[in-house]
């Protein structure tokens, strides 16, 4: 698995599922909607992430990129697939490790 | 009401069973509520395997094995019961019993995707806290199975406090277990309707969300694996530079065989009208019982029973399309293209339905949770070439496209389609973008979508899906077409043509005088006074249209110009500009009522349905007086 450059520095900066590249596993951690332009936007996209299964500790991987800027992406979490577009990714904070491939 | 009293409970339990007991099917989208509701009571509502296609509630009756009734309901899927678009919102107002005219159920078939219920039990327990009797359905079995997927029922059904059976709703088999329930579970479960506890309702979706990550862990013998195959062919079809050049190779492909299938088809129902008309001039004398059924019905009605054969395969690409799963991966590939005129993937799906008809495509957008989204695509929706449009396009193709290869593999004709409808496309999505930027912005939604697992279309779906859109346009050509051109020829009996004039009676009857009478406003667009006389009835649906050219150049030919097609007569007497220019027209001009009434009954605004008549007459006018005066010009 490549790691994302900064892992190795010790700033711990927070990762987000669109910071992952397409074939990338990881962990997700919690939900991060600070960057939203509003917060009712904000409430409906954690909740409805929420909904369709985002979740602490459950393993997250990108599947695949869009054509134009690497959006939309598609995504499996689980037994489920599932299109987003990248910016909404953004609300979504992971973790990078190989310690962590069982699924909780 | 005392419900102890064994009087009063049998009563009931009588009643329950000959009037309305009523059980919803509620469940996440896609997870087969409608494979179930078809199966239990032989409706036939669109089932396919795309988040979103019930968009509406339907009810059907299921008979138990002692013939009394229960009444079904399907229901549009919903994530949760905090709804964002119209559907869910269908659905969840049916359960909470606030809908306004289907009351409240009286049993909940929760149905769960079997390879998912990780996800769904979520919701399953949020149902559970209405406080409505309610049975657990783990649909799908047969994937569960496939995938390696265990679950413990029984540990589930203790854990939940609730009966869980299995189901497989697309194998005969697979559904006893849920008849088992309804012939026999129903009258007890009437009976203890109200003992249910109260159960503490939860305060928010995180906490729902906890409690069934515990139940799912314990209930999941065996998590199985992710579809292989979905795998393997999403590497491909999801794939950003391949799976675009494969969806529109795709899209070249169906056109051409739009072309290249049906012409063998076409010949034969052609041939069998000629003979039909063979047959009828050689038993009937020469008068005008003959020109009735001559000129008024088999050139009408086989006018546009012709286009039957390319209507069938358009419909038939569409639902496998649909049915293999497909179509939410043409959503992924499409939203970047969405979004650059401010709708997403979601609007996607609505639209590519609207090839088929824009009816349906309307109403599928009600699952589009931003309201100026949904605005937007019903005003588009209209643009995308419905199959009524098939017989308009390819009788002027044929006409006047020669069939030629483009490139080796090409057909023109096929190119010429597949233009026609990228016009629309391509107008769509700059009225799209125009509306955007007029109408105010509200809190945008995120765009959220699963792309199920791929399936195996099912022959006996698409087979129902071809024959109930086969009837509708039979129905079609036997009523409102037979009926106008039956009408028309009416019409065009009287006056008949003076004493030693030549022209035929017809441009001198009622209707010469009418169409000479609108043409000047047509004139512009190079549109002839039978062409003006074919749009009247063509207003109410555009295969009309096709159907009155018919019966207009059926009555103003010779004896010995009948034996001719339509496709023969429209060739010699229209020009190249006026034929370019009525397919331009075609391709804006809303002339559908069932369209503009669907849209009033969806938008819930006379002012909106308006405006999209407007602006697509608008279009219409001005492209076509565009491509007759830049045509005319070219050709000098
Ligand atoms: N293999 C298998 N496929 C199924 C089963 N049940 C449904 N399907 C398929 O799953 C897809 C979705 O089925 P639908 O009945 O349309 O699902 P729905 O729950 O009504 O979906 P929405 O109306 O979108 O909420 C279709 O392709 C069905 O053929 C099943 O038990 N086994
Ligand atoms: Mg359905």
Known sequence: MTLIKNLDTPTLKTLYLSDLEKGQTAIMTGFDTSKCPDQNFAKDLKERLMEMGFEENRRIEVFEKGLFFGDPIAVRIGHMTIAMRKADARAVTIKLGASCLHES | ?636
Not at chain 2, 219 to 225: C, K, L, P, V
Not at chain 2, 242 to 254: A, D
Not at chain 2, 611 to 621: D, G, H, K, N
């Open chain 2, 1 to 636: 009401m005392n419900h102890n009293s064994p009087i009063n409970h049998n009563e009931e339990l009588k009643s329950s069973s000959s009037n309305g007991f009523k059980v919803a099917l509620v469940g996440a989208p896609n997870c087969g509520k409608s494979s179930l509701f078809n199966a239990l009571t032989g409706s036939r509502q669109k089932v396919a395997n795309y988040p979103g296609v019930t968009v509406e509630r339907r009810s059907g009756i299921y008979k138990t094995e002692h013939d009394s009734e229960i009444t079904l309901i399907d229901l549009p899927g919903l994530y949760s019961m905090n709804d964002r678009s119209l559907d869910e919102k269908i659905s969840r107002q049916v359960i909470m019993g606030e809908h306004e005219t289907e009351s409240r159920p009286d049993l909940i078939l929760c149905v769960l995707d079997s390879t998912n219920i990780r996800v769904q039990l979520r919701l399953a327990l949020e149902l559970k806290t209405l406080r409505l009797p309610m049975v657990i359905v783990l649909n799908m079995a047969d994937i569960a199975k496939r995938d390696k997927i265990e679950i413990d029922t029984q540990k589930l059904a203790l854990d939940l406090g609730l009966k869980v059976i299995t189901t497989t709703a697309v194998r005969r088999s697979g559904l006893a277990s849920l008849r088992d329930v309804l012939d026999h579970d129903v009258s007890s479960i009437k009976a203890e309707k109200l003992n249910i506890p109260q159960k503490t309702s939860f305060k928010d979706i995180a906490e729902l969300q906890k409690c069934a990550k515990k139940i799912a862990a314990c209930a999941i013998i065996s998590e199985g694996h992710y579809h292989k195959a979905t795998k393997a062919i999403d590497k491909i079809l999801l794939h950003p530079v391949l799976g675009l050049v494969i969806f529109l190779s795709l899209m070249v492909f169906m056109f051409q065989s739009v072309f290249s299938w049906s012409s063998v088809p076409m010949d034969i129902i052609e041939k069998g009208f000629a003979l039909l008309a063979q047959g009828i001039t050689a038993i009937t004398p020469d008068n005008w019982l003959r020109s009735l059924l001559n000129d008024g019905m088999i050139a009408g009605v086989g006018s546009v029973l012709i286009f039957l054969p390319q209507i069938v395969i358009l419909f038939t690409f569409i639902l496998i399309l649909e049915s293999t799963g497909y179509m939410a991966r043409a959503a992924f590939l499409m939203d970047k293209l969405m979004g650059s005129v401010g709708l997403n993937g979601r609007a996607f799906i609505p639209l590519l339905s609207s090839f088929a008809c824009a009816i349906p495509g309307i109403m599928a957008a009600r699952t589009i949770a931003s309201n100026r989204d949904r605005l937007i695509t019903i005003m588009i929706a209209p643009l995308m070439a419905c199959s009524a449009r098939m017989p308009v396009y390819t009788l002027l193709i044929a006409a006047f496209i020669p069939d030629q290869e483009v490139w080796g593999y090409f057909n023109l004709k096929g190119l010429v389609l597949l233009a026609l409808f990228l016009t629309g496309i391509v107008f769509a999505l700059i009225v799209a973008f125009i509306m955007k930027l007029t109408i105010s912005k509200e809190t945008a939604k995120p765009f959220l979508m699963e792309l199920p697992k791929y399936q195996l279309p099912l022959l006996k779906n698409i087979l129902l899906g071809l024959w109930e859109r086969t009837k509708a346009f039979l129905r079609r050509a036997g009523t409102i077409i037979l009926g106008t051109n039956v009408a028309l020829w009416v019409l065009a009996l009287y006056p008949t043509a003076p004493e030693g004039s030549s022209d035929p009676d017809i441009n001198h009857s009622i209707i010469g005088i009418m169409g000479k009478a609108i043409q000047p406003i047509f004139e512009p667009l190079g549109f002839t006074w039978e062409i003006c006389i074919a749009l009247i009835p063509g207003m109410a649906a555009r295969e009309v249209a096709v159907g009155a050219l018919g019966t207009v150049y059926a009555l103003q030919g010779d004896e010995d110009q009948v034996a001719n097609s339509l496709e023969v007569m429209i060739s010699q007497s229209w020009s190249l500009p006026t034929a370019f220019a009525f397919l331009a027209w075609y391709i804006f001009a809303p002339q559908c009522f069932a369209t503009l009434a669907t849209a009033r009954r969806e938008t819930n605004s006379w002012a909106w349905t308006g405006f999209m008549t407007f602006y697509l007459f608008a279009l219409a006018y001005l492209s076509a007086w565009g491509v007759n005066v830049v045509t005319t010009h070219i050709i000098g």
